[in-house]
């Protein structure tokens, strides 16, 4: 069955960096589009980034633009996300989700559990 | 950039009965790319309906989705104890901001 794993997470300063993992099984990884989905706390759901199933094309909110790096291992299944200039508005639990299609969002069929990054001083 | 507005906010409603919520999108999209979510408390987003109106596999067909255009809704026929929950709809990469979906 399909599995999504995140871990990553923590307490970081404001300004900080953090780096999000994803491990995926139970699914072609290479083949998928992929994706980081979070939630502040008591909000709704963001679209972070996607990264298609061969790593060529990669789409960023304007939220973190600039500051976060979607990437992919598919020799080792594994998605992540690389957080630099960490903001307040950035705690959220992160999720990483598949997505349905190789080449564009289209939608998300599997999530992992989520993590929490939480920016404090 | 398309916007997507779900309404009501918070729909109270009693077990047993239906539930209709709604989904506006701020410009026509194309009913391939929009899919609909259940989240409970705690737990990730689960698919329910994706291309509009198709549901994901394991998905009860109490739970169906309609709509084109910039209209779209999900309909829950009879309202289970374990439906009440938030619920999304998606675009591509946007996310409308929510229905709750209370016991009454």
């Known amino acids: 069955q399909v599995q999504l794993v995140e871990s990553g997470g923590g307490v970081v300063q404001p300004g900080g960096s953090l780096r999000l993992s994803c491990a995926a099984s139970?699914?072609?990884?290479?083949?998928?589009?992929m994706h980081w989905v979070r939630q502040a706390p008591g909000k709704g759901l963001e679209w972070v980034a996607f990264?298609?199933?061969?790593?060529?094309?990669?789409y960023y909110a304007d939220s973190v633009k600039g500051r976060f790096t979607i990437s992919r291992d598919n020799s080792k299944n594994t998605l992540y996300l690389q957080m630099n200039s960490l903001r307040a508005e950035d705690t959220a639990v992160y999720y990483c989700?598949?997505?349905?299609?190789?080449?564009?969002?289209?939608?998300?069929?599997?999530w992992g559990q989520g993590t929490l990054v939480t920016v404090s001083s | 950039e398309i916007v997507l507005t779900q309404s009501p906010a918070t729909l109270s409603l009693s077990p047993g009965e239906r539930a209709t919520l709604s989904c506006g999108a701020s410009?026509?999209?194309?009913?391939?790319?929009l899919a609909w979510y259940q989240q409970k408390p705690g737990l990730a987003p689960r698919l329910l309906i994706y291309?509009?109106?198709s549901r994901a596999t394991g998905i009860p067909d109490r739970f169906s989705g309609s709509g084109s255009g910039t209209d779209f809704t999900l309909t829950i026929s009879r309202l289970e104890p374990e439906d009440f929950a938030v619920y999304y709809c998606?675009?591509?990469?946007?996310f409308g901001q929510g229905t709750k979906l209370e016991i009454k």
């Open positions: 989700a598949k997505d349905s299609s190789w080449g564009v969002p289209y939608y998300f069929d599997y």
């Open positions: 139970g699914f072609t990884f290479s083949s998928y589009g």
């Open positions: 990264i298609r199933y061969d790593g060529s094309n990669k």
């Open positions: 410009q026509s999209v194309s009913s391939s790319y």
């Open positions: 291309d509009a109106s």
């Open positions: 998606q675009h591509m990469g946007t």
